[in-house]
């Protein structure tokens, strides 16, 4: 294993020059739709989440600073790694700062995988996609405990428990291993690009329904001693 502070000292990422040429920033603080981005916080080990007005190209690359990869993003004199060791998203903002009471999850990582890595490669495909839910079901489990409680009150906790949640997810992510998010190749982000269309639209031709009126990811799963396979509601 080598440390991106051996391999480049000068901590080159050609990807902040990309995005400060292909967004613009300023924009964000006007936006009518609501933007949160979290990242790490290396010292602290806590998520920060980042709103529209604070959104700059390196918010955003420490939103996705894996740590052996790349060197840790100082913002405001803070070091910060990938956010999804702190929040897969972060749900508290979509609760607390959002009218909506749809949520809908479109997940990348698949949750659960047959069959046991033996494989370098294979264990630590499975590390990561295990390190990265954790945080997610953490917070989803906690939404499922509030559903079952006979009365929480009209503080934050009822806004968690009337949460409506949905995922839209595809099982051809469980086909696509770790070295696949190193592939940049323009054939590859097409096919996912055309993957989670194909996704979407199979979610709204099944649940466009139920949006606005009921659940149709099963929590409850998340709370059995023998927890049945994590799904939408079909």
């Not at 934050?156 to 997810?169: D, N």
């Not at 606005?212 to 023998?226: I, K, N, P, R, Y």
Request: glycine share 8%; aromatic share 8%.
């Amino acid at each position: 294993m080598f440390s991106p502070y051996d391999m480049n000292p000068g901590a080159l990422n050609p990807l902040r020059e990309i995005l400060a040429e292909c967004v613009d920033f300023d924009r964000f603080a006007q936006a009518p739709i609501k933007l949160f981005v979290t990242a790490t916080n290396v010292h602290t080990g806590r998520g920060r989440v980042f709103r529209n007005a604070d959104v700059t190209p390196d918010v955003l690359l420490a939103s996705a600073c894996l740590p052996f990869m790349f060197q840790a993003i100082e913002i405001d004199g803070e070091p910060y790694w990938d956010g999804g060791y702190a929040g897969n998203p972060t749900m508290t903002p979509l609760i607390r700062e959002c009218d909506s009471t749809d949520t809908i999850l479109v997940q990348i990582n698949p949750i659960e995988r047959s069959g046991t890595p033996r494989a370098a490669g294979e264990i630590i495909n499975r590390v990561n996609e295990i390190s990265f839910n954790a945080p997610l079901l953490k917070e989803l489990r906690m939404m499922a405990v509030l559903r079952q409680v006979a009365n929480t009150g009209d503080c934050e906790g009822k806004r968690w428990a009337e949460m409506r949640m949905h995922r839209i997810a595809t099982p051809r992510m469980v086909d696509l291993g770790y070295s696949s998010k190193l592939n940049a190749e323009w054939a590859f982000l097409c096919f996912l690009r055309d993957e989670g269309r194909g996704a979407a639209d199979d979610f709204l031709g099944m649940h466009a329904g139920d949006l606005g009126h009921s659940s149709t990811l099963d929590l409850e799963a998340l709370l059995e001693s023998s927890p049945r396979a994590f799904s939408c509601d079909m």
